[in-house]
């Protein structure tokens, strides 16, 4: 089967190459792939990978072979899954706790944005508990995950202000964002959880909007800036107030569950995906290079063909 594996003689470190079929365990079923969306965290797995190394994690498409100890769903089923790599390929071998069925109302395309960056808003806002009535910042919100978190959030009852660059905030507000700023320095806190993937003085002015017993859960650090901690940065003001750090690959079981939560809010119509740009994937090196630069809103899609 055909696979994109790292390769450093590539311009874009990537090179369509054969390799083997995916061997399941019992407990995993193969899933023909036929799309894929891009996260900014394999960005950094493609300038560090050996060559030969598949990436990927967010697939959708149909199930070929079921599992063999009976679990998960059947042959020919629509399928989005969140895998750890190996994702870019025709086939891939899946745990079925990480597998949801695609409702036939729900496109490819749109599942596919939702595994890693679904998954993160929803584990992320969990940290805040019971989300009714309380008051939730975004940093970084114009991103998939901080778009998500922003609807997922108000759905759930918060009231939401969001971090963004000024040409974003019309279509935050659109999403449920009550207030949207430029700068976090704009937002008017205290907050009881704040959703931080920014880093640098980011974090550090979030420590100083976050209320006494409050969450901010950092997922990220777009900045590549450190952030200097410290007590007197807590006390007075933020008293009991915590600092939780987010990996999908941490965060707990049953990925597949969340997935067909998320899934299932699509197909009623009360989470927006955005498919900014499609492109098959001999052409993945254009996606890659809009991700690196930026240039778009919402998630780019790859599409596997045959």
């Keep these: 089967m055909l696979a994109l594996a790292i390769s450093s003689d590539s311009p874009d470190r990537l090179k369509l190459t054969k390799v ?85 109302a729900v496109s490819f395309a749109s599942a596919a944005t939702l595994p890693v960056a679904g998954t993160t808003a929803l584990r992320t806002l969990r940290h805040g508990g019971n989300l009714a009535g309380q008051r939730v910042l975004i940093t970084g919100a114009s991103g998939a995950v901080g778009r ?81 901690i410290g007590f007197r940065q807590f006390v007075p003001g933020h008293e009991g107030a915590r600092l939780q750090t987010f990996a999908y690959y941490t965060s707990g079981s049953a990925i597949g569950a969340d997935i067909a ?7 009623a119509g009360r989470l927006e995906t955005r498919v900014a740009m499609t492109v098959p994937w001999a052409d993945i090196g254009q996606a890659l290079d809009a991700l690196r630069q930026r240039s778009f809103s919402g998630k780019a899609v790859v599409t596997m063909a045959g």
């Design 20 to 104: 083997d079929h995916p061997n399941c365990n019992g407990n995993e079923a193969l899933v023909a792939v036929h799309a894929t969306s891009l996260n900014r965290g394999e960005l950094r797995l493609l300038g560090i990978r050996p060559d030969g190394w598949i990436p990927g994690q967010d697939i959708v498409g149909i199930v070929e072979r079921a599992a063999a100890d009976g679990s998960g769903p059947t042959a020919g089923t629509r399928v989005a899954a969140l895998v750890d790599q190996a994702g870019w390929a025709e086939r891939v071998a899946v745990p079925t706790d990480r597998l949801a069925v695609v409702p036939d």
């Design 148 to 228: 998500f978190q922003i609807q997922i959030a108000r759905e759930q009852g918060a009231s939401v202000t969001a971090v963004a660059s000024a040409r974003h905030h019309d279509d935050l507000r659109d999403l449920g964002a009550g207030q949207v700023v430029e700068s976090i320095e704009l937002a008017e806190g205290p907050f009881s959880l704040i959703t931080e993937s920014v880093g640098g003085k980011s974090l550090a002015d979030a420590i100083e909007r976050i209320a006494p017993g409050g969450t901010i859960v950092m997922f990220g650090s777009s900045s590549g800036e450190l952030t200097p």
């Design 261 to 267: 939560v998320l899934l299932d809010l699509v197909a």
